[in-house]
């Protein structure tokens, strides 16, 4: 493809790959326009720590640690719910015009007792920390999970009165994740190859 060619968008449809603007060394980039959010962040972060084997998913078990979104039911005992909550402002491009996010989310811990609902609501305060640029599939759609910021501290929040003597905590956080899907238009781009932001050649495009 020589330099300032048109692109034929009948072979560009839609690209598995990061969202935004698409270029090489110093081209012109291709810009894809990014699919609106099917899943909030509660939604892929259950998922996320589903997929590590930190919660496990709900069921009509009395297995413990299942892990819930926006409503948590009295059995299991042991249990977690995520609620999506205010986020974090970070700006726009200046390229494009596109939002920068950090979407908030509450976890509520509920456990047998204080010592062993603190401990859990600790190992899911390290697994959350260690999520790094994580590919996360919720009913069929892809996700970057890029990270879990702004980590608050376990906080106690007393007995789950007057329901029962269970013990309550909670973690606030918020998250960076975008979809994976984008559909691209009519661009131009000078030079022979087309590359994400990551440096990863865009999959069924060819020079």
């Not at 969202?19 to 959010?37: F, I, K, M, Q, R």
């Not at 259950?46 to 009295?74: K, R």
């Not at 920068?100 to 959350?128: E, N, P, T």
Request: aromatic share 6%; hydrophobic share 35%; glycine share 12%.
């Amino acid at each position: 493809m020589g330099s300032g060619q048109l692109i034929d968008p009948s072979t560009l449809t839609t690209l598995k790959g990061r969202s935004g603007l698409c270029n090489d060394a110093g081209g012109d980039g291709v810009e894809g326009e990014e699919v609106g959010l099917n899943h909030s962040a509660a939604d892929v972060l259950c998922q996320a720590l589903v997929d590590n084997a930190t919660l496990i998913y709900p069921d009509e078990s009395t297995s413990s640690w299942q892990c819930f979104v926006d409503g948590m039911p009295s059995m299991p005992d042991e249990a977690v719910v995520l609620t999506d909550e205010d986020g974090h402002d970070d700006g726009r491009s200046m390229l494009d015009g596109e939002l920068f996010y950090h979407y908030g989310v509450q976890m509520i811990l509920r456990g047998r007792d204080h010592r062993s609902g603190y401990k859990k609501a600790d190992a899911v305060r390290q697994a959350l920390a260690a999520i790094y640029r994580q590919t996360v599939t919720v009913e069929g759609d892809e996700y970057r999970l890029h990270c879990v910021a702004h980590i608050g501290q376990v906080l106690a929040l007393g007995k789950d009165v007057p329901n029962s003597k269970r013990s309550m905590f909670s973690l606030n956080m918020s998250v960076a994740y975008r979809s994976l899907e984008i559909t691209t238009g009519l661009s131009f781009l000078n030079g022979d190859s087309f590359f994400t932001l990551a440096g990863e050649p865009l999959e069924g495009v060819s020079a």
